[in-house]
């Protein structure tokens, strides 16, 4: 039998760190958003005060079945009133600090799943 490693087919995480994250190998210095189906953007928020349920709306029509919301450098839960749409277009949730985000991307993205992180950095 021969096996051979799952591959995304969409961008991936190549490195992370304080204050930026690795897309491809292209530094990126901001909180983004990124799609295992392609879809990558600058996301408008600076830090978790500045987040409001307008982020996470913009986020519903990206066809997604997993939303990670990467808090930044610790982990802060989003308001649920913040998620309603997505809720209500049954899109689930995960949120976890930055790194682990990154790293649960990956993986999800790697298996075929169609994830959107959202990353704070």
Same mark, same amino acid.
Request: aromatic letters at 10%; charged letters at 15%.
């Given at each position: 039998?021969? /096996?051979?490693?799952?591959?995304?087919?969409?961008?991936?995480?190549?490195?992370?760190?304080?204050?930026?994250?690795?897309?491809?190998?292209?530094?990126?210095?901001?909180?983004?958003? /990124?799609?295992?189906?392609?879809?990558?953007?600058?996301?408008?928020?600076?830090?978790?005060?500045?987040?409001?349920?307008?982020?996470?709306?913009?986020?519903?029509?990206?066809?997604?079945?997993?939303? /990670?919301?990467?808090?930044?450098?610790? /982990?802060?839960?989003?308001?649920?009133?913040?998620?309603?749409?997505?809720?209500?277009?049954?899109?689930?949730?995960?949120?976890?600090?930055?790194?682990?985000?990154?790293?649960?991307?990956?993986?999800?993205?790697?298996?075929?799943?169609?994830?959107?992180?959202?990353?704070?950095?």
């Amino acid at each position: 039998m021969k /096996l051979q490693p799952d591959q995304a087919h969409g961008p991936s995480i190549t490195g992370y760190g304080p204050g930026w994250v690795a897309i491809n190998g292209q530094s990126v210095p901001h909180s983004v958003l /990124l799609s295992s189906m392609g879809h990558q953007e600058a996301w408008a928020c600076a830090d978790f005060a500045s987040l409001g349920p307008v982020h996470f709306e913009r986020i519903a029509d990206w066809g997604a079945e997993l939303v /990670l919301f990467g808090s930044g450098e610790r /982990l802060r839960f989003p308001q649920p009133a913040w998620l309603a749409e997505l809720y209500a277009r049954r899109i689930g949730v995960e949120t976890m600090d930055t790194q682990a985000a990154c790293r649960t991307y990956n993986f999800l993205a790697a298996e075929g799943r169609k994830v959107v992180a959202a990353l704070l950095v």
